[in-house]
């Protein structure tokens, strides 16, 4: 049987979370989701269950709700670097969940790694 996009998709997701679960020994998840309107990350503290930190282009005073492009992309990073460091984070791993690190995904990386984030 061929395998479907979703499939192939939740695949790579679960990989890419088996392989950060195995080594993070205790360090903070950077989690990014994409949809086809908006794009988010959550600093979550997995040990504890709960998000430290999020950013998104839902959020009206970054003012790209409803766009997903990597100027958006871009000021999210830098937003989520601003919040983790008021949070009093500075050390994380980068889940880009099931999406190839390529283009906004890329893009996010690189504004959070700018702000001071280090994955």
Known sequence: MANTKRDLFLKRRQRVR??????SH??????????SKN???QLID???GVT????????K???????NNVEAATKVGATIAERAKQAGVEECYFDRGGFLF??????????AREGGLKF
Do not use: C, Q, Y
Not at 26 to 35: E, F, K, N, Y
């Open 102 to 111: 390529h283009g906004k995904i890329k893009a996010l990386a690189d504004a």
């Open 52 to 59: 430290l930190a999020s950013a998104s282009t839902l959020e």
């Open 61 to 67: 005073e970054l003012g790209f709700v409803g766009k």
């Open 46 to 48: 997995d040990v504890k």
């Open 26 to 35: 205790g360090r903070l998840r950077l989690s990014v989701h994409r949809s």
């Open 18 to 23: 088996n392989k950060i679960k195995a080594t």
């Open 39 to 41: 794009i988010s990350v």
